[in-house]
């Protein structure tokens, strides 16, 4: 999963590729309807036609967590209404355990469960993963009748234990006008139901599936066929605009990863926020073995928009590596209501997130000097978090403190750890190696249906690279030292450097904010002690000036994130107008943008006789 707050980005998991076995008999399957037609005060209705039940009970579950996730989101908070029926309609005797899970009683008579599901877009507060206790919107549901619909099947479906390994069948009544966009194929030709296949529950809950008005895009990537769907709730965007920028980048990807090959069909699925107070708040992506859902706002500029959709969609791609490829029996027998945590999120997200920025200079992306520039960030937002504790430990114990608040260290430190390991390999090789081909040495000792186990994977890796590598995963991953990044990047020719980077008209450092929030009189002013920057002074802004409109637009607690999101893609030059009120007087305000400039800590690169080695790391 990747996560945005502002500039700010986080990332996501998997697990089993085991098939069941299948059969014709009706008894034998999961049969699961949602109705997608009959949507009543914001609800749907789920139907399951149940498998045969010997036991005199049967417990049916929602899921706690899911892959990718890394917290306890409690779908069954959504879910209203579960009854239980025999063959002729009769009620069964249902007891809830819990907030995620039912016993029915009478098991062996048991013949059809039903439920309501509310979606949890409308009542979003924050961001989520630290700021709010909602669900990540990528890994949420949307329920906005005849308009959108966002399937993460693992908030619509349940599944009964005992029976994980079932074959499901779902079948999708919809609108006619709504188009469902999944890797999956649908098995109706007609308008109005889809009807889609999956070996077992696992499976089934990673191909969300997308409903809104058409508008997708697909293209071949080699062998791959991508496609590309896009709700905008606006019609501001389209897939088709979106597409040559996401095919450039696609493209470069598979170029970068070579022979892994995981999916021969690949979704992305684009929901855009309008940012009201009922509407998707999470911004970034969760992964899927064949598919990503993404959330944006949909105010942002197209610029900003292809290149925060580059970052995310680029990470989440990345996933096919590990942990779809590469992973231990904790992510390959998932457990959706008591699952036990592995310990190496460092390679699960960080050398996924690394993957997903090195690529880029790699492929001429970005610049080299960006990409200095993003590793420096990442350095100075992992000093914000606790950098002696064990990542190994934080990882397995992630989801409770002290650990759980140390999560967001998976995107920072996480991928500093990749780029570490990737320069010892470059280095004891002379730039032969690097932690790509570790990754493609991993996956030919596993590959996607064999795991590994926790314990063992140091050795593995030590066992195909070097003692040095070994050595550098006991001393600062499992052990509690703190990485001394300025030795790792000198190895390279790169030391550290002030440098000059973009700032924001309404943030110092990146998310400081200098404007705050008078709750008496709803207004929000310039903080009094903050430094005039050249935006401010482009203008002729002052301390405690009160924002009351920039480009006619009123600026109110419900619309204040969107003007800050959508200043990132502000232009020095442009036009702007702003209405403030200062000492009480309303002043009217004509001018250009100039956006401020911040120095910070950076590298560069300044050995020259450790160029040829420096080549080999960004671009071989």
């Not at 990718?68 to 908070?77: H, I, N």
């Not at 966009?181 to 007609?190: I, P, R, T």
Request: glycine share 6%.
């Amino acid at each position: 999963m990747k996560k945005i707050i502002l500039t700010l980005a986080l990332a996501s998991f998997l697990f089993s590729c085991k098939t069941a076995t299948t059969t014709d008999s009706k008894q034998n399957e999961v049969d699961v309807t949602i109705d997608l037609v009959n949507v009543k005060e914001d609800k749907v209705m789920v139907s399951i036609m149940t498998p045969t039940f010997t036991t005199q009970t049967a417990t049916f579950n929602i899921p706690k967590i899911v892959p990718g996730t890394y917290s306890d989101d409690d779908y069954g908070k959504y879910i209203d209404d579960v009854k239980a029926f025999d063959a002729k309609g009769n009620a069964l005797r249902i007891t809830k355990l819990d907030v995620n899970s039912y016993t029915i009683s009478d098991a062996s008579k048991l013949s059809k469960v039903t439920y309501l599901v509310n979606d949890t877009y409308d009542i979003e507060k924050g961001g989520g993963f630290g700021e709010s206790d909602d669900v990540f919107s990528p890994a949420g549901t949307n329920i906005d009748a005849g308009k959108n619909f966002m399937l993460n099947l693992h908030g619509f479906v349940g599944y009964f234990t005992t029976k994980e390994e079932t074959p499901y069948k779902l079948t999708v009544n919809h609108p006619a006008t709504l188009l469902g966009v999944s890797a999956m194929n649908d098995l109706d030709a007609s308008e109005t139901n889809d009807v889609f296949v999956a070996s077992k529950y696992a499976s089934l809950v990673e191909m969300p599936i997308m409903y809104s008005k058409p508008d997708f895009t697909s293209f071949m990537v080699d062998d791959m066929e991508i496609i590309i769907s896009v709700y905008s709730p606006t019609g501001k965007y389209t897939a088709k605009e979106i597409t040559p920028y996401m095919e450039n980048m696609m493209r470069a990807q598979k170029k970068f990863l070579g022979k892994f090959d995981a999916t021969k069909k690949y979704a992305i699925l684009l929901y855009l926020s309008s940012m009201s107070p009922t509407d998707a708040k999470g911004f970034g992506a969760l992964e899927h073995p064949t598919s990503t859902t993404v959330v944006m706002p949909e105010m942002m500029g197209l610029e900003m928009l292809q290149e925060q959709l580059k970052d995310v969609v680029s990470h989440e791609f990345f996933h096919i590596v590990t942990p779809l490829t590469v992973h231990s029996n904790e992510i390959q027998y998932f457990d959706f209501n008591k699952p036990q945590m592995s310990e190496h999120l460092w390679m699960y997200e960080g050398v996924t997130e690394y993957f997903a920025n090195l690529f880029q200079v790699n492929q001429e992306l970005i610049a080299e000097d960006e990409f200095y520039e993003r590793m420096a960030d990442k350095i100075a937002q992992a000093a914000n978090m606790n950098d002696k504790m064990s990542f190994t430990k934080m990882s397995k114990n992630v989801l409770k403190e002290p650990y759980k608040d140390q999560y967001v260290n998976v995107y920072q430190k996480g991928a500093l750890i990749a780029m570490c390991l990737d320069i010892e390999i470059r280095e004891k090789s002379n730039g032969q190696k690097g932690i790509l081909q570790l990754m493609q040495d991993l996956s030919n000792e596993y590959g996607t249906k064999k795991a590994f186990k926790d314990e063992e994977l140091f050795s593995k890796i030590t066992e195909l690279t070097y003692p040095s590598v070994g050595a550098f995963l006991n001393k600062y991953v499992a052990g509690e030292t703190p990485i001394p990044y300025a030795e790792y990047f000198a190895k390279m020719g790169v030391t550290e450097a002030k440098i000059e980077a973009n700032g924001n008209p309404f943030l110092v450092g990146g998310n400081q904010p200098i404007i705050s929030y008078n709750p008496e009189t709803k207004e929000f002013f310039y903080l009094p002690e903050i430094e005039i920057n050249a935006f401010m002074k482009e203008l002729g802004l002052k301390n405690n000036d009160v924002i009351l409109e920039i480009n006619g637009e009123k600026q109110e607690m419900s619309n204040i994130n969107s003007t800050v999101v959508g200043s990132f893609s502000w232009k020095d030059g442009e036009d702007i107008t702003m209405k403030i009120k200062r000492i009480g007087k309303e002043i009217n305000i004509k001018g250009k943008v100039v956006m401020p400039k911040e120095t910070k800590e950076g590298y560069m690169a300044t050995d020259d006789s450790k160029a040829t080695l420096r080549q080999a790391w960004l671009k071989g």
